[in-house]
């Protein structure tokens, strides 16, 4: 499971971000309103919630842990 990321973001789009920490770029899908928060190129610790199924495995962020 992974709880948190800290690295820089280096792809922002209208609905995930990737941030790349150690030489790999995580896809982490953010709602619009954190979005918001975050800027290209920024150093970020993100919170995040590892979803997992049958067909797939997705990070979705959060900007505090609440």
Same mark, same amino acid.
């Given at each position: 499971?992974? %709880? &948190?990321?800290? %690295?820089?973001?280096?792809?922002?789009?209208?609905? /995930?971000?990737?941030?790349?920490?150690? %030489?790999?770029?995580?896809?982490?899908?953010?709602?619009?309103? &954190?979005?918001?928060? /975050?800027?290209?190129?920024?150093?970020?610790?993100?919170?995040?919630?590892?979803?997992?199924?049958?067909? &797939?495995?997705?990070? /979705? %962020? /959060?900007?505090?842990?609440?």
């Amino acid at each position: 499971m992974i %709880g &948190s990321i800290k %690295g820089k973001i280096i792809l922002k789009t209208d609905k /995930f971000l990737i941030v790349e920490t150690g %030489g790999v770029g995580y896809k982490i899908n953010v709602s619009p309103d &954190s979005l918001l928060m /975050f800027k290209l190129n920024e150093d970020i610790l993100i919170w995040t919630h590892t979803h997992v199924r049958e067909d &797939s495995l997705d990070l /979705f %962020g /959060f900007k505090d842990r609440k």
